[in-house]
């Protein structure tokens, strides 16, 4: 995936736009190619017909959906946490991630990332002048960085093709402008301020070279889907099988009779018998290395993709460090892909701050001091977290003794809570010998 860039110093203009926009195209056989994959329209769908006489099964194993799927369930199935140690921008902090359904948000944007190896988020403002965002796929939409040392962005685009041409939006970090296109190439119109501060548009990328979770291991998918359906061509070929009868000649309403009654009974003498060939013709037989060559491209790719696989009957009898140990490759590639949305969260999140009616003006650069907590989506032993947190009591504050429990969705909240309780009932949590939560009634 090629990285869009500019120079910062030149004006962005009609012919500027027009060429990226054709770099862009250029780019959509490979995202199709992508999505296609990911939507069970394997290659294997479209190639070259046999002849009619021959099986011509074509089967499609979906591992690259599987793969997707399995590592962002793992990635991002339990939402992302954002808490800010300020109760003040912490409510407000809230109030934009519910307004945005941000869970489904983010989520769809993981999925994006893993099928094309990025994708964008666009901040708005609705009717109401509330800020919002929404995800966008990199098949219509593309971003340009300037050729600093920073490579910070420039500008962004989202267009589409019509029957009156290209029309669509540019954004860059001061107006939005509309884009469209006449007799004498596009035209760019109707500029409106923005007051973001930056280029209303992030890119959130699954790594640094922008490739699919599945990229790496197109081509075993590939050749997995032929093999299996090689294969079911060999069953029905089998189930197929010509009978050869050599040594008599047969009227068809002998033909006919064998064919109804599945008897064979041919007379002649003892001699002529000797004579005699009824067999059914086989063509060699490959199973073993078929069988082989499944097992072997179905490890690799899993293998290779660094996504385990979950459906394996090994894992069901994995103990809490031999199943960290299997799920290492993969938590390996969810950390990479964490650190690439942290810093991607931290600029939706500053020009979200830069706007007064969201955070005001002496806390806008607090988007710094947010906290993003990313939890694994693994089986969780909740009675061995309650243990370690009972046993961090005293050791570590509050807050973090409560991150520990998988079923505590905001630590802060949680203890909100606790402290209403306390002063409803009157009672206060302390921790028994056994360092359970216990009240301070004997």
Not at 14 to 37: M, S, T, W
Not at 289 to 315: A, G, K, P, T
Not at 353 to 370: G, H, I, V
Request: proline share 3%; with cysteine.
């Amino acid at each position: 995936m090629v990285v869009f860039i500019h120079p910062r110093e030149e004006e962005i203009t009609a012919d500027v736009v027009n060429k990226f926009i054709k770099l862009h195209q250029a780019e959509l056989p490979r995202y199709n190619k992508l999505k296609n994959l990911y939507e069970s329209l394997a290659p294997i769908l479209s190639r070259e017909a046999k002849d009619s006489f021959k099986p011509d099964n074509r089967l499609v194993v979906n591992f690259a959906k599987y793969i997707v799927d399995t590592f962002n369930g793992y990635f991002i199935g339990i939402p992302i946490k954002v808490s800010h140690d300020d109760q003040g921008v912490n409510e407000r902090t809230d109030n934009f991630l519910k307004r945005n359904d941000m869970d489904d948000n983010q989520a769809e944007l993981s999925k994006m990332t893993s099928i094309y190896g990025h994708a964008f988020e666009i901040l708005y403002q609705n009717e109401e002048s509330e800020t919002c965002c929404t995800y966008n796929s990199p098949m219509d939409m593309f971003i340009v960085y300037d050729d600093t040392i920073a490579q910070k962005p420039f500008f962004a685009v989202r267009y589409q093709k019509t029957d009156d041409g290209i029309k669509g939006l540019l954004f860059t970090s001061t107006e939005e402008v509309t884009i469209s296109e006449g007799k004498d190439g596009l035209i760019l119109s109707d500029n409106q301020a923005r007051f973001y501060g930056d280029v209303p548009v992030v890119e959130y990328i699954e790594n640094e070279e922008r490739k699919s979770v599945f990229e790496s291991v197109e081509s075993l998918i590939n050749a997995y889907d032929k093999s299996i359906s090689e294969k079911s061509n060999d069953v029905d070929y089998f189930a197929d099988a010509y009978l050869k009868l050599l040594g008599i000649d047969l009227d068809e309403e002998a033909l006919q009779k064998i064919r109804d009654n599945r008897i064979i009974n041919l007379n002649g003498s003892e001699d002529d018998a000797t004579k005699l060939i009824v067999e059914f013709m086989e063509k060699p037989n490959g199973d073993a290395s078929q069988e082989h060559l499944l097992d072997r491209l179905e490890r690799l790719i899993y293998q290779i993709s660094m996504v385990s696989n979950i459906n394996d009957e090994s894992f069901g009898d994995a103990s809490g460090v031999a199943l960290e140990f299997k799920l290492q490759p993969m938590k390996n590639l969810a950390a990479m892909k964490e650190r690439k949305f942290t810093s991607a969260m931290n600029r939706r999140f500053k020009m979200v701050f830069n706007l007064p009616t969201n955070m005001e003006a002496s806390k806008k650069d607090e988007w710094r001091n947010l906290n993003y907590k990313f939890t694994r989506n693994i089986p969780r032993n909740i009675a061995d977290e309650a243990t370690v947190a009972a046993q961090l009591a005293g050791v570590v504050s509050k807050e973090t003794q409560l991150s520990v429990l998988s079923i505590v969705d905001n630590p802060k909240q949680e203890i909100e809570r606790m402290a209403a309780e306390t002063e409803s009932q009157g009672t206060d949590y302390t921790v028994d010998s056994d360092g359970d939560f216990a009240t301070g009634e004997e």
